[in-house]
Nanobody, 121 residues
Framework: QVQLVESGGGLVQAGGSLRLSCAAS????????MGWYRQVPGKERESVAV???????DYADSVKGRFTISRDIAKNTVFLQMNSLKPEDTAVYYC???????????????WGKGTQVTVSS
């Protein structure tokens, strides 16, 4: 069984920083992409940042230059360094492991339960 556990969310003032972490555990053979998504009530979940196994990254326009995604492939862990936070960054942030190859041979995506990030003005 695979679990994704996020940590690092919290309350911060505008202009501050937070670092999110997400660790995937279980009998995992490999993970293709790992990423962060966010959602606010009444809106669809949106992609924030994604990183491939090869290290290629993609960011939402709204976070470019402020957020940095990184991963530790050996530990199946992904990080999101968030700087210069704005009130509009307030959301629940979800970790995603895409194309996760499990020991049984199955390949699918997994989601964490989410961590709240609140940025006060």
């Amino acid at each position: 069984q695979v679990q994704l556990v996020e940590s690092g969310g919290g309350l911060v003032q505008a202009g501050g920083s937070l670092r999110l972490s997400c660790a995937a555990s279980g009998r995992i053979l490999s993970v293709n992409t790992m990423g962060w998504y966010r959602q606010v009530p009444g809106k669809e979940r949106e992609s924030v940042a994604v990183i491939t196994r090869g290290g290629s990254t993609d960011y939402a326009d709204s976070v470019k230059g402020r957020f940095t995604i990184s991963r530790d492939i050996a530990k199946n862990t992904v990080f999101l360094q968030m700087n210069s936070l704005k009130p509009e960054d307030t959301a629940v942030y979800y970790c995603n492991a895409g194309g996760l190859l499990y020991v049984t041979g199955s390949v699918r995506d997994y989601w964490g339960k989410g961590t709240q990030v609140t940025v006060s003005s």
